[in-house]
Structures are given as structure tokens and as C-alpha cells.
């Protein structure tokens, strides 16, 4: 099938290279000329785990095209995947404007009726809005084309984006016509027939509203195990343990389960955020959700907290920041925790020393006065204290007594418990693991 993306970032990507993987015909648009040029020659400007192998397989088997002409992109389209972004106003409520613009340039160009698909996540009844605007826009030009809409969620996590999309959990797809439905089974038929997963069919409304309620119970899950890490710190006991245990119940599951410092990332925050206002616009106070996010700035706040009660004042320090990206397998930083961590340590007059395997580069302009380090060695080097923001595994590597020679100060605030409390502390360290009571060397 001729399928267009608009929007060619995380997910518009990943969807363009997938669907050509699954041998659609594929051009991905962006407003971006300078991202269009770069994909063109092959390269993927973000870190993705086998994207790159797939862009390039797509491009060579000509299957997968780039422009930065939109009247291009989708004229011939028979489905047309609306990927831009939905930046958060100050109130919480997304910016839906690139949504709409989107909606009117397929409407002004489509030379055929054509399948709009919602993959941006978008408040429930966004879906009335673009066809209105695609509606209106071909009164404007006169023409007679009536297109569908449909929404299609995604469920793909940054890191395993490609496996998500084409191994995925579930496939969801809202319309509220017959045509819409049959023109995305067959746009499916190829992945269902490599690999058998649920096909939701739905109406639109209760496809966005799929997306929303899912990213928004996540988070509460982590809001929750987070919730019950203050606890642990406060009564003596090991959250890790805790969240194993309840893990083995399969009603509850052991995933998304694990206390840190918060969850960042371009989705969590701000489809929360999106849930809770599209709730109160429609009449309801999602109260829960209000907690959820306030428990998650709680999180971000928790390992600063920590190295003011171990290190007392934090002017003047050298503190060792490692992991900046929102989790591990990912170079993005929208939203990551670290940078929270980051300003407030910053506020309080303190150097940063920071580390990261991948995102350095994509926070040296925010942080003029940081010490960018290539090796974490380096950022531990003389630093007064250590705080742990992401898992990576390179971290784990490092031993108790190796910590214990490089840092000045022998204190470790491990956000994402990466060490073992107990093997830092009997190596002289004063330990703050988030989850697990506060550990000092012994006789001290
Ligand atoms: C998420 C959803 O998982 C995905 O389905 C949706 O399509 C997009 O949003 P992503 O943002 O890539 O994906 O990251 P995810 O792996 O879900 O993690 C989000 C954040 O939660 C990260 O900051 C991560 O560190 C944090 N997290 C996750 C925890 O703190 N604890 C956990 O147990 C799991």
C-alpha cells in the first residue's frame, strides 16, 4: 500500500522504516530539511536499536523515501500517518496545532480519498477535530475527496521501538467507518501474518482514550512503587524485595515496578499531565492522577534531599552526575529526571561533574559551566559526592572500593540502586539507595 508519514521523529520514523519493512511503499515528510538530508543519506539522528539497519534496507529496497515536500508525501497516499509532535502548553494541555495543520495539508493536497491515522497521542475526541479540519479544507479547495480517520496508537518504547512496532504487544485501531477499518486490516495483514498478537477494532474515541489510560497507568505504577520506596527509607526495609514479591503475582506483575528517581521520557510526563486536563475539560477531576505526577516531582526532588542531608551544604561542591538520559538504551533527554537533579544542584551553587555514555552532546548548551566527561571515572574523580540517575549497565561495573578511591567525600546517592547498599557501606561509603533505609560505614 502507499503509505505517508508526517513527522519523521521518534515515532514517525520508526513507523515509516516498519511499514516499509512490511513491504508498503513509504515516504516520510518533515518539516526538518536538514533531518530530510540526513535520512536521506542513510543516517538516523537519534540513538534507536536496529533502526538504522532498517531506514537502510528500506531506502535500498526503494521502499522508503524522504521529502520535504508535503504535496509530495501524500498525494497518491491511500493511508497517511499524522507523527508530528504535541508540545505541552504551560496549562498541561497539549499544543494541538501542528495536529491540525498536519490534518488540513493532507486535505489540501490528497489527490484520493486517503486514511488519516492519529499515531501522535492526542486527547480523546482529537479524531472529530482532524476530520473537521479536513473537511473544512476540502470545501476550501473546492474538492469533493472525503477522507476517513482513524486512530492507531503506538505503544513503543524508546530502545526497543522497532521490536515494539513489529512484535507488538497489541494492535489498536479506532474507526468509526467500515472503509476505515478494512483499509488498516489490510495495512496489518503483512505483521499479523509473521507474528499473531490482539487487534483491537474500536471507535475512535475509545482508541485514544486506549493510549492515554495505559501510558497514565504505567505511571502510577511507578508513582506507586516510588511511593512505597519513601516508605521503605523511613521504616527499614528494601523496596526491591517488596516489588519482587508482588511481582510474582500475576495480577499484579513485576514490570514497572522499579523505584527511582521518577519517570521522564517524551510520554509519561506529559501524557499524564494531557489525561488529567482532557478529564477535567470533559467534567472529571482524575484526582489520581494529580497524586501520580505529584509523587513523580517527589522522586525528582529525592536525591538532592539526600546529598544535602549527607554533604549539609552543597555550595561550592563537586558533584559527580552519572546517567543524563531518561533511561538506559536511549540518548534522549526530554523530560529526563537527571536534568532535574541537575538544576537544582546548579541552584544551590554546586559544580556538576557529568557523565553519560550517549546524550552528553544534547545537554552542553544548558549546562555552559559543567565538566562533560567522557569516561564516568572521570566525573568521580574528586567529586564530593556521586548521584546516580540512570541504570546504565557500565555503571554497575564500578566496585565499592573503586568508589571509594576516586570520590573525595565518600558519599553515594543511588537513585536507581545500580550498587548494593550494604557492599558500598562496608567499603566506608555513606549510601542513600533509594528504596532502602540510609547505610553509614561502620562505627560511624
Ligand atoms: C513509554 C511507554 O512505555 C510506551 O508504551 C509509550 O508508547 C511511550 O512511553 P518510553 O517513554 O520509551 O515509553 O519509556 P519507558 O520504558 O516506558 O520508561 C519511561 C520512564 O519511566 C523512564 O524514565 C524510566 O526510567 C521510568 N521507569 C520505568 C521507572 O522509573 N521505573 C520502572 O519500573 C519503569
Same mark, same amino acid.
Given at each position: 500500500m502507499l503509505v505517508s508519514v508526517i513527522g519523521v521523529g521518534h515515532v514517525g520514523l520508526v513507523t515509516a522504516a516498519c511499514m516499509a519493512d512490511l513491504g508498503h511503499d513509504v515516504v516520510g515528510f518533515d518539516v526538518d530539511g536538514q533531518k530530510i538530508e540526513l535520512l536521506r543519506t542513510?543516517? &538516523?539522528?537519534?540513538?534507536?536499536?536496529?533502526?538504522?539497519?532498517l531506514v537502510e534496507a528500506g531506502v535500498r529496497a526503494g521502499r522508503l523515501e524522504f521529502t520535504a515536500d508535503v504535496a509530495e508525501a501524500v498525494r497518491a497516499a491511500e493511508v497517511v500517518f499524522i507523527c508530528v509532535g504535541t508540545p505541552r502548553r504551560p496549562d498541561g494541555a497539549p499544543n494541538m496545532s501542528f495536529v491540525q495543520s498536519a490534518a488540513a495539508t493532507v486535505a489540501s493536497h490528497a489527490q484520493r480519498p486517503a486514511v488519516v491515522a492519529e499515531k501522535s497521542t492526542v486527547p480523546v475526541q482529537t479524531g472529530e477535530r482532524i476530520r473537521q479540519a479536513l473537511r473544512l479544507q476540502s470545501q476550501a479547495r473546492g474538492g469533493g475527496l472525503v477522507h476517513d480517520v482513524v486512530s492507531n496508537p503506538e505503544f513503543l518504547r524508546e530502545g526497543t521501538a522497532v521490536a515494539d512496532t513489529l512484535r507488538p504487544d497489541r494492535i489498536v485501531v479506532?474507526?468509526?467507518?467500515?472503509?476505515?477499518?478494512?483499509?488498516?486490516?489490510?495495512?496489518?495483514?503483512?505483521l499479523l501474518a509473521r507474528h499473531d498478537c490482539p487487534y483491537v477494532a474500536t471507535d475512535v474515541r475509545t482508541a485514544e482514550l486506549i493510549k492515554h489510560a495505559s501510558n497514565a497507568f504505567l505511571a502510577t505504577k511507578i508513582s506507586f512503587i516510588n511511593a512505597v520506596a519513601r516508605i521503605c527509607?523511613?521504616?527499614?526495609a528494601n523496596v526491591h524485595t517488596i516489588a519482587?514479591?508482588?511481582?510474582?503475582?500475576?495480577?499484579i506483575g513485576r514490570a514497572f515496578l522499579n523505584a527511582g528517581v521518577g519517570y521522564g521520557g517524551s510520554c509519561f510526563p506529559k501524557d499524564v499531565e494531557a489525561f488529567i486536563h482532557i478529564a477535567q475539560e470533559l467534567g472529571y477531576d482524575f484526582g489520581m492522577l494529580r497524586e501520580t505526577d505529584r509523587i513523580n516531582r517527589e522522586a525528582k526532588a529525592w536525591p538532592v534531599a539526600q546529598?544535602?542531608?549527607? &554533604?549539609?551544604?552543597?555550595?561550592?561542591?563537586?558533584?559527580?552526575?552519572?546517567?543524563?538520559a531518561f533511561k538506559p538504551g536511549t540518548d534522549d533527554v526530554r523530560d529526563a529526571p537527571a536534568l532535574d537533579v541537575i538544576d537544582a544542584l546548579l541552584a544551590e551553587g554546586a559544580t556538576v561533574r557529568l557523565h553519560d555514555p550517549v546524550a552528553l552532546d544534547h545537554v552542553r548548551e544548558r549546562y555552559p559551566d559543567a565538566v562533560f566527561c567522557d569516561k564516568a571515572e572521570d566525573?568521580?574523580?574528586?567529586?564530593?559526592?556521586? &548521584?546516580?540517575?540512570?541504570?546504565?549497565?557500565?555503571?554497575?561495573?564500578?566496585?565499592?572500593q573503586r568508589?571509594?578511591?576516586?570520590?573525595t567525600y565518600p558519599v553515594v546517592v543511588d537513585a536507581r540502586a545500580v550498587w548494593d547498599a550494604r557492599a558500598l557501606a562496608d567499603a566506608g561509603l555513606s549510601v542513600a539507595v533509594v528504596g532502602q533505609p540510609p547505610l553509614s560505614p561502620a562505627g560511624t
Open positions: 542513510g543516517a &538516523v539522528p537519534f540513538v534507536e536499536a536496529g533502526l538504522a539497519e479506532g474507526a468509526d467507518s467500515e472503509r476505515g477499518h478494512a483499509v488498516m486490516r489490510a495495512l496489518y495483514a503483512p527509607e523511613l521504616a527499614g519482587d514479591a508482588m511481582g510474582y503475582d500475576a495480577r546529598l544535602r542531608r549527607l &554533604v549539609w551544604n552543597l555550595a561550592d561542591k563537586q558533584i559527580a552526575v552519572l546517567g543524563i566525573a568521580l574523580r574528586g567529586a564530593h559526592a556521586v &548521584v546516580v540517575c540512570t541504570e546504565w549497565d557500565e555503571y554497575r561495573a564500578i566496585t565499592p568508589l571509594a578511591e576516586l570520590l
